[in-house]
């Protein structure tokens, strides 16, 4: 009987170039497809829970500080003040929206205007004995698109009511580390006066 | 005189196998942070603050666009646009443009009312427990935030939340 001869391993080899080409080709269109996410943060602006809007003469006047946004020109004039003529008042310029956006860092514009109306709330609300019971922002809503001449102050860019509402917080965040009690922060609500003349209220 | 000797040209071979074993990190970094979503998100100049907090409400919130197409983006272009009529209030998966109080109410009365429907829950004053998140643009006319006001207590939404970005640190 013829001997077998024994069999010599064979040597199996892999090409592994598609196998490169097609890890390139996931690699790039991962590349090509990613989008960084923007950093997004939230401010709470919850409206009041009784029904509708309040009438601005719903608390006493003395316990209303109102922060008024005038909107000239170009120009953002922050006029803190309480309707009682005997208490003060502060006006902070935060300058134009180019302002606040640009700059080296956008802090810079931002923050400078920020501490200036917290210390302008500050201010007031000592002045008033610490006994303001609630903040109004007030703003026109001027919609015509009309011309200075015919609407002299229109309606502020809405960077600037965040900036209000911004300060409102950091000032409600102050007064409850130095008195200790949630209660004595300001409600914050919106006051806003229509083209008709109408004014309404609206906040927590 | 001698022959110079023929200098015998050696080959090089690279080995691959490091660089196969990179490129498979980064093949698995990129699917791992992968995550897909619908461009529901449109492409506003957010304003600052400082006193913001992470909130996430994005999951179940519902996203108002307070929007101009045509605003050019980034401090280049930060002069206000104060024409009303580029800005107007963009609901998700809608093309209409909605400028007023009477046009915005409806809309939104219809997506709490679905929002209540589907998860029974309404506070003890018979409002909505939907959040509505506010995305506006900082040059958007603040007349346009008072029509969503508005439209909210007409659709009995109480919570809302305004989109901000945090400042850069220096």
């Known amino acids: 009987m013829p001997r077998k001869k024994p069999r010599k391993a064979e040597a199996v080899e892999f090409d592994l170039t598609p196998m490169i080409d097609v890890t390139f080709q996931l690699l790039i269109f991962f590349i090509v497809v990613m989008k960084f996410k923007q950093i997004e943060q939230t401010q709470a602006a919850d409206l009041p829970t009784d029904s509708g809007f309040a009438m601005p003469t719903d608390a006493p006047q003395e316990a209303i500080i109102t922060l008024r946004l005038k909107w000239q020109n170009e120009i953002m004039v922050y006029d803190v003040c309480v309707d009682t003529a005997a208490s003060g008042r502060a006006q902070i310029n935060a300058g134009t929206l180019t302002q606040l956006m640009q700059g080296r860092d956008a802090r810079d514009g931002y923050k400078r205007s920020f501490d200036e109306l917290v210390a302008g709330i500050h201010k007031v609300y000592n002045l008033m004995g610490k006994q303001a019971k609630k903040l109004e922002i007030s703003y026109n809503e001027h919609n015509t698109g009309a011309t200075s001449l015919e609407a002299p102050e229109l309606t502020a860019p809405w960077g600037f009511v965040t900036l209000a509402m911004d300060a409102a917080t950091q000032v409600n965040m102050d007064i409850e580390e130095q008195t200790g009690d949630p209660e004595k922060k300001l409600s914050v609500v919106f006051k806003y006066t229509q083209p008709q003349g109408n004014v309404k209220v609206a906040g927590s | ?170």
């Open chain 2, 1 to 170: 005189m001698a022959r110079g000797k023929r200098r015998k040209i050696s080959q090089v071979s690279m080995d691959l196998t490091p660089m196969i074993d990179v490129v498979f990190q980064l093949i698995i970094f990129f699917i791992l942070t992968m995550t897909i979503t619908t461009l529901t998100v449109k492409k506003v100049e957010l304003p600052i603050a400082e006193t913001a907090v992470e909130e996430d409400t994005e999951a179940d919130a519902y996203m108002v666009h307070l929007y101009n197409a045509s605003a050019v983006g980034g401090p280049q272009g930060g002069a206000a646009n104060l024409n009303p009529d580029g800005w107007h209030i963009a609901l998700p998966n809608q093309e209409m443009e909605y400028r007023t109080v009477q046009e915005l109410s409806d809309p939104l009365t219809q997506v709490a009312e679905d929002y209540n429907n589907r998860t029974g829950e309404l506070s003890e004053l018979g409002l909505s427990k939907m959040i509505l998140l506010i995305r506006g643009d900082m040059r958007c006319p603040s007349h346009y935030f008072s029509v969503v006001l508005q439209a909210c207590i007409a659709a009995k939404i109480q919570k809302i939340r305004v989109s901000i970005k945090p400042p850069r640190n220096n």
